[in-house]
């Protein structure tokens, strides 16, 4: 393994708490700092706040060891050679990124260092946040050369996090000096010479020592810029999806197909080409607004993420009419709701279209019955247990005396649901799955009324088909 550096991460989030988890198993000595001091009790009494896969193993290999949790940020500064800045930035009310938090983090730092520190961004920030930092650092009297700031944005998709830290498509740095590139390649040596995979313990995945993945050295500047970048990219691709399943609805396509049609194409590719209820999470509805606040205060009009907003909103909107005339009339019906988490996979129902959809059909005066694997626990703190919401503890209670159910997230194990158990434990088979997880010729001929999104229902099966 490649030469310890001793780092602090700042912020015990989805992004801080993966990143030093990782940091640790790649053979680093790790401080993770936080102010929430009942969270950071947590985290040394062996507790995990979040629901990542490989996250409690990891966590329980170094802790005690190559990692601590505390709230001195002071001491974690003094001690620690990089300092990774991974705090959140909410979506303000204009749309641009809020980094008070960045601000705050920062001003702590500069009261801290007494020898050379790299200070890294690790947060997702609007272009031209590395020059701000600086600013910060020197307004409050840290000398030019006790520091260089790095952008490193991550990449990580919440629930698969740990295995896309640790097998990355590719590292990218942005930095001014090259004293903060050595140290920064110093960093991520384990995973560029291929030497973690070669540990008993690692984490399976793409990569490997004999493919390791490549380290990009760009400006800072382009660095925050890649990260918008990508996940507005991302979006888009979501919504232009999105955007052609409803005109396969209306043209009874099957979109599916002309997913897979243009998939193929080596210049598109599959990825993010599944038609749905729309993106959300912590990342791509603030990334989109962001990146486009941005381009308006240099004096360009990015339209298209305006378009790409639009129909993401709509998409909610489009789904709920699809509830409706299912349903008929809403007011009354008892529904069975599969899914909070804005995904399968993570307990994160920020900007999640579920519970979006959850809130119209209390406002249609429905009764709602809500199971997700992992997400209820905070989904209960915005849309709490009363006579129009219940929680069950599986599937199939959740399911009971329904007169319909709704897939919102892409649960694998959803996909995996005893169907036969399904219908006979609503009060009406009907099924609406706004993830299309379901073939709709086989919930035909176990006796559903089926609907998803871009799919055209068959109102005659194969095996009806083949009998003919």
Known sequence: MNQQIVIAVVGSG??????AAC???????????????????LLNEGGVPIHEEYLPEILSRHRGGSIEFTTELHRATSQAQVIFIAVGTPQSDTGDADL?????????IARSIDSYKVIVEKSTVPVYTNEWITRILERNGTQKDTFDVVSNPEFLREGTGVTDFLHPNRIVIGV????????????????TSGAYYNLPHAVPGSRSANNPPP???MSTKAAELTKHATNAFLAMKISFINAVANICDAAGVNVEEVAEGVGMDERIGPKFLRAGIGYGGSCFPKDVAA??????????????????EKINSQQKKLFFRKIRSALWTLRGKNIAVLGLAFKGGTDDI????????????LKEGCCVTLYDPAAMERTKTVIPPGPQVRYASDMYEMAQDAHAVLILSDWQEFAAIDLDRLRNALRHPIVIDGRNLFDPELMLEKGFTYFSVGRPYPTTS?????TL
């Open 350 to 361: 920020r900007e999640s279209p579920a519970i979006d959809i959850v809130n119209m059909l």
């Open 100 to 108: 008070s938090y960045v601000d705050a983090v920062a001003s702590e």
């Open 23 to 41: 940091f640790a198993e790649m053979g680093h000595r790790v401080i993770c700092v936080d102010n929430d001091e009942e969270k950071v009790r």
């Open 291 to 308: 990146f486009r606040w941005v381009a308006e205060q240099l004096g360009q009009q990015f339209d298209l993420l305006a378009e790409v």
């Open 14 to 19: 989805y992004v801080g708490l993966v990143s």
């Open 215 to 217: 380290l990009l050295k």
């Open 462 to 466: 194969v095996k009806a088909l083949k």
């Open 176 to 191: 001014e000096s090259e004293r903060a590139a050595r140290v920064m390649r110093q960093i991520y040596g384990p995973l």
